[in-house]
């Protein structure tokens, strides 16, 4: 299928290391998340022209209700696929954290 995922440190405004229990969320709960919407994520690349190797970078924060409240995308190889990436992305919603905000660098690769 041709996706990759990472959850990634970034500069210092967006890092955040996997919370101990009691706070934020963990990265495999972030991952899980994530992944569900991989069909949607998917779809974004399948509707470009063609379908280059490529990575994209999503920086978002998750407010205390388990919705994404602000995010970013860049795709340096398709900047197009970013606006439907981004509709994805803002679709998301994860369980409630423990301690308020959570600042999350993910990025995805697609391939064909």
């Known amino acids: 299928m041709g996706l990759a995922s990472c959850i990634c440190l970034a500069p210092a405004a967006w890092a ?13 709960v972030i991952q899980k998340t994530v992944r569900a919407k991989y069909p949607e ?10 379908q280059p190797p490529l990575r994209v970078e ?27 990436v981004e509709r994805t992305l803002f679709s998301l919603v994860f369980p409630h954290p423990v301690g308020g905000d959570v600042k999350v660098a993910y990025s995805v690769n697609f391939a064909p």
């Open 16 to 28: 955040r290391k996997a919370p101990p229990p009691s706070e934020g969320l963990s990265s495999e």
């Open 41 to 50: 994520f998917r779809k974004c690349y399948e509707d470009l022209e063609d």
């Open 58 to 84: 999503m920086q978002f924060t998750i407010g205390p209700d388990g919705k994404v409240t602000t995010g970013h995308v860049e795709s340096d190889v398709r900047p197009a696929m970013a606006p439907c």
